[in-house]
């Protein structure tokens, strides 16, 4: 028996379909629809998804949980002022 070896490279894309989106975000394409994420429209009437705008989104919802109130109010906890 032979074995065949097949090389394949794909290069990233930067545009991606509404499905291709929410599982790029890891969530339903019905929740996906709801984030207020807007698609490119694309020559031919396509419309597209700029993963550049999903990073965004992402970093966004990341760094408000970072931020959240809890945690800087636990941070403030944490911290000592020497009066």
């Known amino acids: 028996m032979t074995a065949a070896m097949l090389n394949i490279r794909i290069g990233p894309r930067r545009m991606l379909s509404l499905r291709e989106a929410a599982d790029y ?7 996906f629809l709801v984030t207020g994420i807007s ?25 408000k949980a970072l931020h959240s109130d809890d945690t800087i109010i636990g941070k403030l906890g944490n ?5």
């Open 25 to 31: 975000c890891g969530i339903p394409a019905k929740r």
């Open 39 to 63: 698609p490119v429209d694309m020559p031919h009437g396509q419309k597209l998804y700029d993963i550049k705008d999903l990073d965004s989104w992402l970093d966004g919802i990341k760094n």
């Open 79 to 83: 911290d000592t002022c020497e009066n």
